[in-house]
């Protein structure tokens, strides 16, 4: 029977790509939200269908990334999923809902009678909202951890919904309003471009503040944390993490300030985006069910992993070469004119 436990460590390989799925779905994803968090505040109505025309191209192949990610956490570490969704039924479930609403507004908008398309702004609005603030409540409830006993749930089923949570969801909103926004400033101009300088600098001030204040909390959820970023000698070799951020937020508020810059304030929001990523995977790794499961043991058997990874190894490649060509193909200013 195909089996690679002897070559690698599957359970390692897998949380890596499970991992790395995520975060190309928060960055691909986290702009096309961001901008629908911000269409409502847009200044004119050919604004609002440059924003949407400039993320047309990509939304709904970002999905893919959600896809896998989920997908390999059912396949691969089944003992975590049966845990991890019983507790976030509802949050995940209002955000697919979330994604729903605001993929229906593409189609619809497009081609609905003037006096009928505040409906579909106002689904692409909120359904991008409320898509963003249950990622952030998801991320908030992992960073915390579960309530298991034996390999179950054992909490209750509005446990999701506490104030560390509510927090990260916000943050998270701010977060992709940022990504949004350099996103308009490289892919719009004139009226539109200005806007979205504006609208960044607003969101830089915040996004600075969350991460501060997310950043103080996470060592104190729990004290290995604690102990894996303020032990020595680890402190020396993770301080460039918040370092590299305070670097990023500087620079990018240069940029925004200075208003020649177009596309290093998207690509610095990324950055900052992956270096707090980095961060939580550092203090969350080994842990996929905090802090009572690790990779090791929640993973299927050596056979399952194997087959599965054969079908990635291919599939990626492809993934990441699609992602690519749509970039390159839809490079350059977006045009308020109806082309989805």
Same mark, same amino acid.
């Given at each position: 029977m195909l089996d690679f436990s002897t070559w690698i460590d599957l359970p390692l390989v897998w949380g890596l790509l499970i991992a790395t799925a995520v975060l190309m779905y928060v960055l691909l994803d986290g702009?096309?939200?961001?901008?629908?968090?911000?269409?409502?505040?847009a200044p004119s109505h050919d604004c609002r269908s440059r924003m949407m025309n400039s993320i047309a191209p990509f939304w709904?192949?970002?999905?893919?990334?959600?896809?896998?990610?989920?997908?390999?956490?059912?396949?691969?570490?089944?003992?975590?999923?049966?845990?991890?969704?019983?507790?976030?039924?509802?949050?995940?479930?209002?955000?697919?809902?979330?994604l729903?609403?605001?993929?229906?507004?593409f189609e619809f908008r497009f081609k609905t009678k003037p006096e009928k398309r505040w409906i579909w702004d106002s689904s692409f609005h909120f359904g991008s909202l409320l898509a963003a603030v249950m990622q952030g409540i998801i991320l908030?409830?992992?960073?915390?951890?579960?309530?298991v006993e034996g390999r179950s749930f054992a909490g209750g089923p509005l446990d999701w919904a506490n104030g560390f949570s509510l927090l990260t969801g916000v943050a998270i909103v701010f977060g992709y309003a940022l990504l949004g926004a350099t996103w308009l400033v490289m892919k719009t101009e004139d009226l539109t471009q200005k806007w979205a300088r504006l609208a960044a600098k607003y969101n830089l001030i915040f996004v600075a503040f969350f991460m501060g204040i997310i950043s103080i909390c996470m060592p104190f959820v729990d004290p290995r944390i604690y102990d894996l970023w @303020?032990?020595? =000698?680890? !402190? %020396?070799?993770?301080a460039p993490i918040p370092l590299l951020a305070m670097a990023c937020i500087v620079i990018i508020a240069r940029d925004l300030q200075g208003g020649t810059a177009e596309y290093r304030p998207f690509l610095l929001s990324v950055a900052l985006f992956l270096l707090a990523y980095i961060g939580f995977a550092v203090g969350m790794f080994p842990w996929i069910v905090p802090f009572e499961l690790t990779i090791w043991d929640a993973a299927a058997a050596p056979t399952s992993q194997s087959?599965?990874?054969?079908?990635?190894? @291919?599939?990626? =490649?492809? !993934? %990441?070469?699609?992602t690519a060509f749509c970039f390159y193909t839809f490079h350059g200013k977006s045009s308020h004119e109806t082309m989805y």
């Open positions: 702009f096309d939200l961001g901008v629908g968090i911000l269409f409502p505040f709904d192949g970002n999905e893919t990334w959600l896809v896998l990610g989920g997908g390999g956490l059912f396949a691969v570490f089944p003992v975590a999923y049966s845990i991890i969704m019983p507790a976030l039924y509802m949050p995940v479930i209002l955000m697919l809902l979330g729903i609403f605001r993929g229906v507004a908030g409830n992992f960073v915390q951890g579960i309530d @303020f032990s020595f =000698p680890n !402190i %020396l070799y993770l087959l599965l990874l054969v079908g990635t190894v @291919f599939f990626l =490649p492809l !993934i %990441l070469a699609y």
